[in-house]
């Protein structure tokens, strides 16, 4: 984001909120569809959030830290849960039920009793049934990472600190298919909704929690 918008919005957006007590790592719809080249979703900003993101899931594993993952998934038959959505988005509706699309992307998939949250639109908390599961085991904090930055997390950001929680999106493992929307999404994010933070930073805060 340019100089000129940074200055506009300094003294007035853009307050630090920080981690809580207790944070859970949310992985928003890390599926093939967005690494495949050729794919209509691929979006080669994701291949490298893909790439960083186990150092992320490594850490809150070493630290019993709760992860959550969600992907989208449309009934093949009429694709009815789509809604208005996939009239506006048809390309969605490749997400479906064994395609290969729909796969989690290697080395970023759920492990074994890991949370897998299944939706039809783009915020993670949108007509499911995270925010109550959250808050039943005294989360108070969601990092974020996943696809895309201008959709998913985006809106699954908004609905997080509207849900009360406090919210970091981790630069480094989030990604879009242009640059341009991902630097002015984390730009508002920043500034409106959460903190966006590096790995680097995440990671350290996450080292000093205890397991």
Request: aromatic fraction near 8%.
């Amino acid at each position: 984001m340019s100089a000129a918008a940074a200055e506009n919005y300094r003294g007035v957006w853009g307050k630090r909120i920080g981690f809580g007590l207790r944070p859970a790592i949310l992985v928003i719809d890390f599926m093939k569809a967005y690494t495949t080249p050729n794919a209509a979703l691929f979006a080669p900003g994701v291949i490298e959030a893909v790439a960083r993101t186990p150092l992320l899931l490594d850490a809150a594993h070493r630290k019993g830290i709760p992860v959550v993952h969600t992907h989208i998934l449309y009934r093949a038959s009429d694709y009815l849960d789509g809604g208005v959505w996939l009239k506006k988005s048809p390309v969605m509706a490749a997400l479906v039920p064994d395609s290969p699309l729909a796969e989690f992307c290697d080395g970023v998939e759920p492990a074994p009793g890991e949370l897998v949250i299944t939706k039809q639109y783009a915020s993670a908390f949108f007509g499911t049934s995270l925010a109550p599961t959250l808050h039943s085991q005294g989360i108070d904090t969601v990092v974020l990472s996943g696809c895309s930055t201008s959709g998913c997390i985006r809106a699954s950001a908004v609905d997080a600190v509207q849900h009360g929680f406090r919210t970091i999106v981790v630069r480094d493992c989030v990604g879009d298919r242009h640059e341009g929307p991902h630097e002015a999404n984390l730009f508002d994010i920043d500034a409106k909704y959460g903190d966006v933070l590096s790995l680097d930073e995440t990671l350290a805060h996450l080292r000093r929690l205890t397991p």
